[in-house]
């Protein structure tokens, strides 16, 4: 099955810094990637996704790249704000199933 | 609407006592999820309901029962449950499981359930 890895588990960053986390998957059927934002009582909820066919995408201060050739895709984040402080796991859905495989998970500290 | 509500947002109960969970969303999605989360740990899935039919169950302890009573309605049935039972129980939602990766998963807050 799928395997996600992630790395670092944590990362702190001053504030209006830039933050990269990045995550390695196994099976190269995998064909979308999102990444879930989880806040200390809350669920995660998706910030930024991204599928096989697209090699980049942007919302504002957050960012997503995928290489499929090296099977790994990070996230970006600028001008990290307190506020971005949270547990960010990355996810793979493998091509051959619907299930969502999730990586270990970071904790992002933004510093002010 | 695009929230999925679960109550209780705390229960504590005994090994011995039956209780349930309960998630409900009105995106019209067609699929739901249970996921438990324990402290530090990425989700973990259990069941996955598609149009209201059980799909996948993750190997999942007969003492966790779900029940999809309609397309908006999610339940987890708890009985005899452990004290290593305790964690964060995730309801999630999504418009359907195509492989197509199309369908993207809405997280409730979660349920902190604690089994003493």
């Known amino acids: 099955g799928e395997n996600v890895e992630q790395h670092p588990s944590t990362l702190s960053v001053q504030e209006g810094d830039s933050a990269v986390i990045k995550c390695t998957y196994s099976?190269?059927?995998?064909?979308?990637f999102p990444w879930y934002k989880q806040e200390l009582g809350k669920g995660p909820q998706l910030i930024i996704d991204?599928?096989?066919?697209?090699g980049e995408k942007k919302d504002q201060r957050i960012a997503v790249t995928l290489n499929k050739t090296a099977k790994h895709f990070s996230l970006h984040i600028t001008e990290t704000q307190p506020e971005d402080s949270a547990v960010y796991f990355c996810a793979a859905r493998s091509g051959a199933n619907s299930k969502l495989t999730f990586g270990k998970g970071i904790t992002l500290s933004v510093r002010p | 609407d695009t929230e999925v509500t679960q109550t209780p947002k705390h229960l504590v109960m005994g090994m011995t006592n039956k209780k349930s969970l309960k998630c409900e969303q009105h995106?019209?999605?067609?699929?739901m999820y249970w996921y438990k989360q324990k402290a530090k740990k990425p989700p973990e899935l259990m069941f996955v309901y598609s149009y209201e039919k059980l799909s996948i169950n993750e190997s999942v302890p007969s003492r966790f029962s779900p029940e999809c009573p309609n397309s908006s309605l999610l339940n987890l049935h708890l009985h005899a449950l452990q004290p290593e039972d305790s964690a964060l129980y995730l309801c999630?939602?999504?418009?359907?499981?195509?492989?197509?990766?199309?369908?993207?998963?809405?997280f409730g807050a979660g349920s902190r359930l604690t089994v003493l």
């Open positions: 991204i599928r096989s066919n697209v």
């Open positions: 999630a939602s999504s418009q359907g499981v195509a492989r197509s990766g199309a369908n993207v998963l809405t």
């Open positions: 995106m019209g999605h067609r699929a």
């Open positions: 099976d190269s059927a995998s064909n979308y």
